[in-house]
């Protein structure tokens, strides 16, 4: 779930050899792409790639998109299908019981995680529910519109002809927070796991419920636990407490007491969590597409639990943001913004402080803090002993806050809003090497003048809470732009090397709001602009992901690198010339390995000491290929690529996964 204006629901060292092979390629690749680099962007980069741009989208786990996904023939995956939990056709697979999924309890006020003697496994799922998805279309109140006049007028210049008509469809024909009845029979008969959407009722185009996807919540989701770890799984991560922790806590507390008569559809989610698409059976039609003809990675994660704005902000920073004086010192917010998912007397989980108007701040250093210790100690008992990388007396924001501007440059001073931040970004590091880069949101021209009606995700963009940029009138309007600006930049060979792209809220994926195919339309528009300039598409990398994993289940492995996170697997598709194949790479990474590559490809130092772009890449064994055995360590995504020789290249030959390729 996102709050918006609207307040919407080191490497591991080459072998010689190997460097002098890539240094030699290296000066071969330049000096083949200098002639296509465009206005204002460095030529001096480690491949043949002068643009990357990264689209982000919203809150899908890459077994809620691609757990029915089959690769092509000689590579592996690691997903629902692969692993038995279910049958190509979405059914119950041999191994179902892999993901089943369990009720606890949690009803001691000092303490934060449920019980282990108290989990039993769920007969069935609770039902799920129809949350805030809209009931009918309407022009005056989207989404859906009612016609499609209204759709072109909103959005048209976002997709394509033939994509537009999907913001017409899909109203659940349903009241608001009740079990959805779109699912017939298996409403109250879903066995105790994973199920296919698109199979038991709703088809792909239809808005769903969105799941809880909050940092706590996550956690506990996740149930990990080092007691648990297997040699595939040695951070002891569960992920069986998905149903029960939306189903007893949700979206949060706010701070107020648990209503009476409380059921499992009081939060109005119902297992939500648990829904996934089906690829085999036309879910997720354009992104398989890519997936089959480019790359996809299967252990890309989220990094941070949670939700929208922790995560957006580890895209800029690769570090978390804390409460500050407004001045840029370390501050202790209000005792109502501090998180206390302890369960409050007499319930089971329901938070004494959590939610949407109250908590999302936590003093991490402090074992003492609720729910800190529980985690502090579980990180302390992994054979790596992570550093939870917080500092003394610091408040560090863990959900979704407002940015510490307005889009005018203004000091952001309503309720709920992070103070302005000191904390450095890649913009920051970017600017002092001449680099030039853009973070293009989708509505940010009426964010600026109609913020309560504009479909701008503030809390998307990590650079909004910075004071380094957005002090300077001049930054702000060189480098925050609209999306229109970006079709322009493409199609007059103007695109920076670096691009932040944000579909607005319609068109951004995000369950109840939106559909996933409407994020499908609005990256089909970008890739197919780009590949319209052949100059530009020779030279560029996409990489299309989501914010975070928006609480639905995944199967994955979780690799926690500090107190903030990793959290599960997010869907990567890296589209590019040099990513093509139908391949699937199974190197360990999170955003923060999109700043990685950025700093790789233009020869850049991490962005601070302390932020975690300064992790070492993965070194992972055959025997255990998701797993990195010099944790914590996070990639830098140069697996995702095969670079040819420049003469090939510029032949376009088109010999994928051909001998002579340079592994950077």
């Known amino acids: 779930m996102r709050q918006t204006s609207r307040s919407r629901h080191q490497r591991p060292a080459v072998p010689a050899l190997l460097a002098a092979v890539s240094l030699a390629a290296t000066a071969l690749y330049c000096s083949a792409a200098d002639s296509q680099s465009t206005a204002n962007t460095s030529s001096i980069t480690a491949t043949p790639i002068k643009h990357v741009i990264i689209i982000v989208g919203e809150n899908r786990t890459f077994d809620h998109v691609f757990g029915a996904y089959q690769p092509r023939s000689g590579q592996t995956i690691w997903n629902l299908l692969s692993r038995g939990i279910i049958r190509a056709d979405g059914g119950p697979g041999p191994n179902y019981k892999v993901a089943e999924q369990y009720m606890a ?27 805030s998805a809209p009931t009918a ?11 499609l006049a209204a759709a072109q007028a909103a959005e048209g210049y976002a997709l394509e002809s033939n994509d537009v008509v999907h913001l017409t469809t899909g109203a659940t024909g349903l009241p ?66 998905f149903a029960w922790v939306e189903v007893s806590v949700g979206a949060g507390s706010n701070g107020k007491a648990q209503t009476a008569n409380f059921t499992d559809q009081s939060t109005h989610e119902g297992a939500t969590a648990l829904g ?22 299967d252990n890309y994660h989220q990094p941070v639990m949670g939700g929208t704005g922790a995560n957006s902000i580890m895209i800029g920073t690769a570090d978390a943001l804390y409460y500050t004086d407004g001045k840029g010192n370390p501050a202790t917010p209000p005792q109502n913004e501090i998180e206390n998912p302890q369960p409050q007397p007499g319930t089971n989980n329901w938070y004494a402080q959590d939610g949407y ?12 803090q609720p729910g800190v210790g529980a985690i502090r100690k579980y ?132 369950p109840s709001s939106s559909k996933f195919g409407l994020y499908e339309g609005f990256v089909h528009k970008i890739i197919d602009s780009v590949q319209a300039n052949p100059a530009l598409w020779s030279s560029t990398a996409i990489f299309i ?120």
């Not at 409403?187 to 709703?202: A, D, M, T």
């Not at 009606?453 to 809470?465: D, H, R």
């Not at 233009?602 to 055959?622: E, F, H, K, M």
């Open 105 to 131: 309890k949690a009803t001691n006020p000092s303490q934060f995680d449920a019980s282990p003697t108290s989990k039993q496994p769920y007969p069935t799922l609770p039902a799920p529910n129809t949350g």
């Open 379 to 510: 990180l302390d008992s992994l054979p790596y002993h992570p550093n939870a990388n917080c500092a003394p007396s610091t408040y560090y924001l863990l959900n979704n806050y407002n940015p510490g501007y307005n889009g005018d440059g203004t000091v952001n001073t309503s309720t709920f809003t992070i103070p302005p931040s000191p904390v450095r970004t890649i913009a920051d590091t970017l600017l002092e090497n001449n680099i030039s880069w853009k973070y293009y949101g989708e509505g940010w021209k009426t964010f600026i003048t109609r913020p309560s009606t504009s479909v701008y995700c503030n809390i998307c963009n990590p650079f909004l809470y910075e004071t380094a940029i957005m002090t300077n009138p001049s930054l702000v309007a060189a480098h925050l732009q609209d999306t229109p600006n970006l079709y322009a930049d493409i199609a007059n060979g103007t695109l920076p090397a670096v691009s932040f792209v944000k579909p607005g809220g319609l068109l951004d994926g995000h």
């Open 276 to 297: 996934f698409y089906n690829v085999n059976t036309g879910d997720m039609p354009y992104f398989t597409d890519l997936a089959r003809h480019y790359t996809i990675s």
């Open 176 to 241: 608001n927070d009740e079990p959805d009845a779109r699912f017939g029979s298996n409403l109250y008969n879903l066995q105790s796991g994973p199920y296919q959407i698109s199979r038991v009722g709703p088809n792909y185009d239809q808005y769903m419920n969105s799941p809880v996807h909050r940092f706590y919540q996550n956690w506990q989701q996740s149930d990990c636990n080092i007691a648990h770890a297997t040699l595939d799984n040695p951070s002891g991560c569960k992920m069986d407490l």
């Open 357 to 368: 108007s109250g908590g999302t701040y936590s003093n991490c250093s402090d074992p003492k």
């Open 545 to 664: 992901t989501t914010d975070e994993g928006g609480g639905y289940y995944d199967s994955g492995y979780i690799q926690p690198v500090d107190f903030f996170g990793d959290g599960p697997r997010i869907p990567l598709i890296v589209v590019s010339p040099y990513s093509r194949g139908g391949r699937v790479v199974h190197d360990y990474s999170d955003h923060v390995s999109l700043v990685k590559f950025i700093e790789r490809n233009w020869s850049l130092g991490p962005i601070t000491a302390r932020s975690r772009d300064n992790l070492p890449n993965p070194v992972q064994l055959p025997a255990s290929p998701y797993v990195p055995t010099n944790a914590p360590a996070i990639g830098d995504l140069f697996g995702a690529f095969q670079f040819q020789p420049a003469r090939q290249a510029a032949a376009g030959n088109g010999n994928e996964g051909a001998a002579g390729m340079f592994p950077f």
């Open 137 to 147: 279309a309407s022009d005056a109140n989207p989404p859906p519109f009612a016609t």
